[in-house]
């Protein structure tokens, strides 16, 4: 089932995501869509927004002549705050006693859309990894002195959380082990002006192209409000509506003067500072990042100890700042969700195989606009993989063979960071909800308790 959002019409290079209270928030990267924008006649940001705010999630639609899932959604574990506020989660791992780790917390700016308008509020929140035993409660949090964005257990316990510059190894109790600044920001230092300029070329590309769909829109508005006030009907008004709500829209991303181009260019640098996620081998801990050119991502590969830090892979596509990437037997699995690929490589960054298609009906294809999001190597080598904005899990082989449909949860539509985990027994499959801040739980059905995993 298409997302609410879907009904919107965005030029190549603005994509919309959802944050954590379900916002629309419009930044600058690529995106395959439709060139022209979207036309105030049909009104799409309305429908949308009431489709947002109504109670409940949308459901995944099960591909026709699909095999039965085997699991289902039993039980949501919800975190919140002291306050009630819900709490901020970035990432979910499964420690070596079946604990299940959340990495939660940090700063975040929280846009909420109404008919009536914005809301921005800025939530602040201390960083910690929380604990929960396999019945989802809470059995102990560990505070952490960063915002934690990614967080991977290795075959022998050790457990490491990575955020804004900086990577930590956690003893299995939580102790802090080591610290290190992530390798990409050294990088970025060295070659700042670089960088610096290659933003600056990218923001003013974009602003031209925007200024194009900024004009077309404001002629519409102008049009439309040649009527007197006295005279509009209802559609009236609501076509006025869409058209302004789209001139604020693309206002945002046109920037002529040098002081505004300056600052996003700062904002841009800022952000490549994140890790989007990481995991670590026997020998080797690896951080998927930003690359320092361009919008694409790449993999840096260190030792345990977080030496001898080598950038092993460019060039990956991703979008909503999502690019997942797993462990398992001395490989590298990455969910390269633009392409609709899992990507498997060794520890020096050499592509052994890819696996996967773009496919909205069918089971063994990844749906929606960027999938498969994330991606969990299991101990015995089983891949699953989860799907954003449709809330599906898949299980396939190390190689690429479909094994079968998990089962489809209920989760708020959006291209996001849906973190998944699965038990060594593959009974429990945990997602991450991050825009409702639950953890879904998936158990085994019943009927299928019989069928072994291969």
Not at 337 to 365: A, M, P, Q, W
Not at 387 to 410: A, H, M, P
Request: charged share 25%; net charge negative.
């Amino acid at each position: 089932m298409r997302s609410p959002l879907s009904a919107l019409r965005f030029p190549k290079r603005i994509q919309a995501t959802f944050l954590l209270t379900g916002a629309i928030i419009l930044s600058p990267l690529v995106l395959q869509a439709e060139d022209a924008p979207p036309k105030a006649s049909e009104n799409p940001l309305n429908v949308a927004l009431k489709a947002l705010f109504s109670p409940g999630s949308t459901p995944a639609s099960t591909p026709e002549n699909a095999l039965p899932a085997t699991h289902e959604q039993v039980n949501l574990i919800k975190l919140k705050e002291k306050n009630g506020q819900n709490t901020t989660i970035h990432a979910l791992a499964l420690d070596k006693d079946g604990r299940l780790l959340a990495a939660c917390g940090g700063t975040r700016v929280s846009r909420q859309e109404s008919i009536d308008g914005p809301a921005v509020t800025t939530i602040t929140q201390p960083g910690e990894i929380r604990v929960f035993d396999a019945e989802g409660n809470q059995v102990d949090s560990w505070s952490v002195q960063m915002a934690p964005q990614a967080i991977f257990v290795a075959t022998d316990g050790a457990i490491f959380v990575a955020g804004y510059e900086t990577v930590l190894q956690l003893s299995p109790s939580g102790e802090l082990m080591h610290e290190a600044r992530l390798p990409h920001v050294a990088d970025m230092e060295e070659n700042t002006e670089t960088v610096r300029k290659s933003l600056t070329e990218q923001i003013k590309q974009q602003s031209a192209s925007m200024q194009g769909y900024l004009d077309q829109q404001k002629d519409r508005l102008a049009e439309l409000k040649k009527k007197p006030e006295n005279e509009r009907s209802a559609l009236d008004k609501s076509q006025i509506q869409a058209a302004q709500q789209m001139v604020d829209a693309y206002s945002q991303y046109v920037a002529t003067d040098e002081k505004t181009i300056n600052e996003r260019v700062l904002a841009s640098l800022n952000s490549k500072k994140s890790v989007a996620s990481l995991a670590a081998t026997k020998d080797n801990v690896f951080v998927a990042t930003s690359d320092t050119a361009g919008h694409g991502f790449c993999i840096w590969r260190m030792s345990r100890d977080f030496k001898d830090s080598k950038k092993i892979v460019t060039g990956l596509s991703g979008c909503c700042g999502n690019m997942h990437i797993g462990a398992g037997n001395g490989e590298i699995y990455v969910a390269e969700n633009s392409r609709h690929r899992v990507c498997r490589y060794d520890e020096e960054g050499e592509l052994i195989t890819t696996f996967g298609k773009r496919d909205r009906e069918g089971e063994e294809g990844f749906s929606s606009c960027c999938n498969p999001m994330n991606v969990f190597i299991t101990g015995d080598g089983e891949v699953y993989t989860s799907e954003s904005n449709v809330g599906r899990v898949k299980r396939f082989t190390s190689t690429g063979e479909y094994q079968e449909l998990i089962g489809d949860v209920s989760l708020v539509p959006g291209c996001k960071n849906v973190s998944i985990v699965v038990t060594p027994d593959h009974d429990r499959v945990y997602m991450m909800d991050m825009t409702r801040s639950h953890i879904i739980v998936m158990k085994r059905k019943a009927a299928d308790s019989v069928t072994a995993v291969e």
